[in-house]
C-alpha cells in the first residue's frame, strides 16, 4: 500500500525511512526493493530474530513477543490474541463492537476527557488484523529480515536501529544479534527506555536523532 499510495503515484526518486516495532519488517521490505532510491533506514525497537529459520519459527517468535501469561493485562490481551484463535476472535469482537462503551468505562474510572491515541487504537482493533498482524508480519516476515539487511548493507544504505535496553516486547538481544551479524548497521541503545518510551518519553530527542541521521544521508 505505501508503494501503490507514495512511492508510485509521486514518482519518488529518493526517500528515507522511519519504522517502529512491527513496521520495521514491512520497512525493510519495502528499503530491499528499491535499494536504489532509499536513503537511509531507522528501526525503532525492531522485531528481529536472528535464527528464525526452521519449522520451530512461529512457536519461536510467538514465545519471546506474546508469551503465554496472565498478568500483565497488556501481556495476557498479545497471549490471548496470539495463541489461542477462537477466543481471541470472541474477546476482540466484544471489545470493537462495542468500542465506544469501554471507552467511557476507561474515561470513567481514570477521570480523564481525553484517551491516550494508543488505547482507542485497541479498543478498536479486531481480531482479524491482530491476528493477522502477529502471524503474517512478525512470524512470517521474521525469515526473510536478514535477507533484506543484506541487500540494504550490500548497497551501501545506511541502517541505524535505536532500543530502549529496557524493552521486554522485543528484546534488545534481537539487535543486539543483528549488529553482531552486520557490523554495518547502528545500534543506538536507550537507557531506562521500553519499548513505548523510546519515542513517547523523548520526542524531542527523537526528532533531533531523525534530523541528524537524514542530514548526514543527505551529504554523503
Known amino acids: 500500500m505505501i508503494e501503490k499510495s507514495v512511492i508510485c503515484p509521486y514518482e519518488l526518486s529518493s526517500f528515507h525511512l522511519v519504522a517502529y516495532s512491527m513496521g520495521c519488517t514491512?520497512?525493510?521490505?519495502?528499503?530491499?526493493?528499491?535499494?536504489?532510491?532509499?536513503?537511509?533506514?531507522?528501526?525503532?525497537?525492531?522485531?528481529?530474530?536472528?535464527?528464525?529459520k526452521d519449522g520451530t519459527?512461529?512457536?519461536?517468535?510467538l514465545n519471546t513477543v506474546a508469551r503465554?501469561?496472565?498478568?500483565?493485562?497488556?501481556?495476557?490481551?498479545?497471549?490471548?490474541?496470539?495463541?489461542?484463535?477462537?477466543?481471541g476472535r470472541f474477546s476482540f469482537f466484544l471489545i470493537c463492537k462495542n468500542h465506544t462503551t469501554w471507552?467511557?468505562?476507561?474515561?470513567f474510572f481514570t477521570?480523564?476527557?481525553?484517551?491516550s491515541f494508543m488505547a482507542i487504537d485497541f479498543s478498536r482493533h479486531t481480531h482479524h488484523s491482530a491476528w493477522h498482524n502477529?502471524?503474517?508480519?512478525?512470524?512470517?516476515?521474521?525469515?526473510?529480515m536478514d535477507d533484506y539487511v543484506?541487500?540494504?548493507?550490500?548497497?551501501?544504505?545506511k541502517v541505524r536501529v535505536i532500543h530502549g535496553d529496557q524493552d521486554s516486547t522485543t528484546p534488545l538481544q534481537g539487535s543486539n544479534n543483528l549488529k553482531t551479524k552486520f557490523p554495518q548497521v547502528e545500534l543506538n541503545i536507550v537507557r531506562n527506555a521500553d519499548h513505548s518510551s523510546v519515542i513517547l518519553d523523548r520526542k524531542r530527542d527523537f526528532a533531533k536523532t531523525l534530523q541528524h541521521i537524514?542530514?548526514?544521508?543527505?551529504?554523503d
Open 26 to 52: 514491512i520497512a525493510l521490505a519495502l528499503a530491499a526493493k528499491y535499494p536504489m532510491l532509499v536513503k537511509s533506514v531507522t528501526l525503532v525497537a525492531p522485531a528481529y530474530f536472528s535464527d528464525a
Open 57 to 61: 519459527r512461529s512457536s519461536m517468535v
Open 68 to 87: 503465554k501469561t496472565l498478568w500483565p493485562p497488556l501481556a495476557f490481551g498479545k497471549s490471548i490474541m496470539s495463541w489461542y484463535e477462537h477466543l
Open 103 to 107: 471507552e467511557r468505562i476507561f474515561m
Open 111 to 115: 477521570q480523564t476527557r481525553e484517551i
Open 134 to 144: 502477529m502471524h503474517n508480519v512478525i512470524c512470517g516476515g521474521s525469515k526473510f
Open 150 to 157: 543484506e541487500i540494504l548493507v550490500n548497497a551501501k544504505v
Open 214 to 219: 537524514w542530514a548526514a544521508s543527505t551529504y
